[in-house]
Nanobody
Framework: QVQLVESGGGLVQAGGSLRLSCAASGRTFNNYAMGWFRQAPGKEREFVGRISRSGGRTYYADSAKGRFTISRDRAKDTVYLQMNSLKPEDTAVYYC????????????????????WGQGTQVTVSS
């Protein structure tokens, strides 16, 4: 089992930036592909992006492309979500999640693909 703890959320003005961190502990972090999701009040949990186990491949939701970047530090067992040009519609609780599967799945953007979740960190973007 792996434990995930997000940090770095907060209040930022539109156009600003934030970097979220997700620190992992427990089983070997590098065995997991990692995803970021978000959930706004009254809405379903939404895929933001994903990074492969090696860190060599990333995938993004259309809403994140060109503005958000996912990276991972294998030595620190941490994955990051750099968010630039933030918009009020980016306001949500952001979650990181770990996928233990070793095979490719076209469902990488679905919450059910992920085995472990953090507690979330609030991001609020003011207009």
């Amino acid at each position: 089992q792996v434990q995930l703890v997000e940090s770095g959320g907060g209040l930022v003005q539109a156009g600003g930036s934030l970097r979220l961190s997700c620190a992992a502990s427990g089983r070997t972090f590098n065995n997991y592909a990692m995803g970021w999701f978000r959930q706004a009040p009254g809405k379903e949990r939404e895929f933001v992006g994903r990074i492969s186990r090696s860190g060599g491949r990333t995938y993004y939701a259309d809403s994140a492309k060109g503005r958000f970047t996912i990276s991972r530090d294998r030595a620190k067992d941490t994955v990051y979500l750099q968010m630039n040009s933030l918009k009020p519609e980016d306001t949500a609780v952001y979650y990181c999640a770990a996928d233990s599967s070793t095979t490719w799945s076209s469902d990488y953007n679905l919450p059910r693909t992920y085995d472990y979740w953090g507690q979330g960190t609030q991001v609020t973007v003011s207009s």
